[in-house]
């Protein structure tokens, strides 16, 4: 089947209209930076200063941003970065679209629908390589397919998060109008614990992130047992097993900006700095989650460990290199995109480019495709201290 609920698309990608506050100030950032002929540093009035719009608060899903910050990296290549932090009502690829910022971090179909919207974006360098989206469920409700979900009430965000879930039930067969109930649902998973957990239990299978909102479930006291929740407790569907997942966390610019003279060079930079920072995160996971703590996340060290964690194995491996576009998982990010008619039609095929990001990566001596990287065991605290 091919439907999907369009009255909930539409109610919930709307936000996807909204314009973040900002102004650009006029500020030109297309020239290279000067440097002082003596020393062949750049001095701190010749930085060019660029913006980088995240699409939530600080926290490890960020850490390479922040970790290229601060241990200069974005100062090496003579960027002045500042990280605007993001939140439920500022859509980064429209932050980018209407020049609050010149880097934006967004998912691949939120920014596709926006460019039918007429954003005028390009996707310059693909940071994950496979989806987090997860929609988990006590064992007691029987959820262990997407089949699964008829007559069931399925969570949630909205603002683009759906269409994963629309994807997925169109394919099992299901109308999202009436086969299950769509329930809003809240950044946190009050509304799947019980209420002896503190929560409302008004959703038998939530949305969740694998790097945050699971984490919150396992960082929560379980009221029968008195101690924490555990994986066994819980029925987990992966989009990526789906195979209904979509392409997250792509680093976007304007098509316009990108054109002025100057600024394919400052893009090389950013993505050059960016991938440096991840690699560090990579490489020294226990500081990279220190500098994050110090950027001010609202959960604590237990959480945001876990988080790079997760994240990490969501970057690595990258075969092609870190930041480089795999052509087949963006096939099929589109082809489901288009086939449950959240896109219209297929984009044009410089809707990204990789040769920016093949540029960055040839000038960075580690190891750009993290083979050998594997996850670390993640002691979660109760409530992510």
């Known amino acids: 089947m091919t439907r999907v ?28 930076p000067a440097t002082t002929e003596a020393t062949g540093t750049t001095t701190a009035a010749e930085m060019v ?7 939530w608060f600080a926290q490890s899903q960020f850490a390479g941003y922040y970790a290229a910050k601060a241990e200069g990296y974005y100062a090496d290549e003579g960027l002045d970065v500042s990280i605007l932090e993001g939140g439920v009502d500022i859509v980064p690829q429209t932050v980018v679209a209407t020049g609050a910022a010149e880097f934006g971090l967004a998912w691949v179909p939120k920014a596709l629908v926006s460019n039918e919207q007429g954003a005028g974006i390009v996707n310059i360098g693909q940071v994950f390589q496979r989806s987090p989206t997860l929609q988990i469920s006590f064992k007691s409700k029987g959820i262990e397919s997407v089949e699964d979900f008829a007559g069931k009430r399925i969570g949630t965000w909205g603002f683009g998060n759906e269409f994963e879930i629309l994807a997925a039930l169109n394919q099992a067969g299901l109308d999202p109008d009436t086969d299950v109930t769509i329930v809003q649902q809240g950044f946190d998973m009050l509304q799947m614990l019980p209420a002896a957990a503190g929560g409302t239990g008004e959703i038998d299978a939530a949305q969740a992130m694998v790097y945050n909102e699971y984490a919150q479930v396992l960082e929560t006291v379980n009221p029968d047992t008195g101690e924490l929740y555990t994986p066994d407790d819980l029925n987990v569907i992966n989009y990526n097993d789906v195979g209904t997942a979509m ?33 560090f995160c990579r490489d020294n996971p226990t500081e990279c989650v220190d500098i994050v703590l110090a950027a001010g996340p609202t959960l604590g060290k237990s959480h945001m460990t876990w988080q790079l964690n997760e994240i990490s194995a969501l970057i690595w491996p990258s075969p092609l290199g ?5 052509q087949t998982l963006w096939d099929q990010t589109i082809e489901v995109a288009v086939s449950q008619k959240i896109l219209t039609a297929a984009p044009a095929a410089d809707s990204f480019r990789s040769d920016l990001a093949e540029k960055a990566i040839s000038d960075i001596a580690e190891e750009t495709a993290g083979a050998g990287w594997t996850r670390t065991t993640v002691e979660l605290l109760e409530g992510g201290k």
């Not at 966390?249 to 700095?273: H, M, P, T, Y």
């Not at 870190?322 to 795999?326: E, L, R, S, T």
């Open 322 to 326: 870190i930041g480089v576009m795999d």
């Open 247 to 279: 392409l997250q966390d792509g680093i976007w610019v304007s098509r316009d900006w990108l054109a002025q003279e100057g600024n394919e060079d400052v893009s090389v930079k950013f993505l050059r700095a960016s991938f440096r920072g991840w690699i």
């Open 5 to 32: 609920n369009r009255r909930v698309l539409s109610l919930l990608a709307g936000p996807l209209l909204l314009a973040a506050c900002g102004d650009s100030g006029g500020s030109d950032t297309t020239a290279a």
């Open 49 to 55: 200063p660029v913006r980088l719009q995240l699409q």
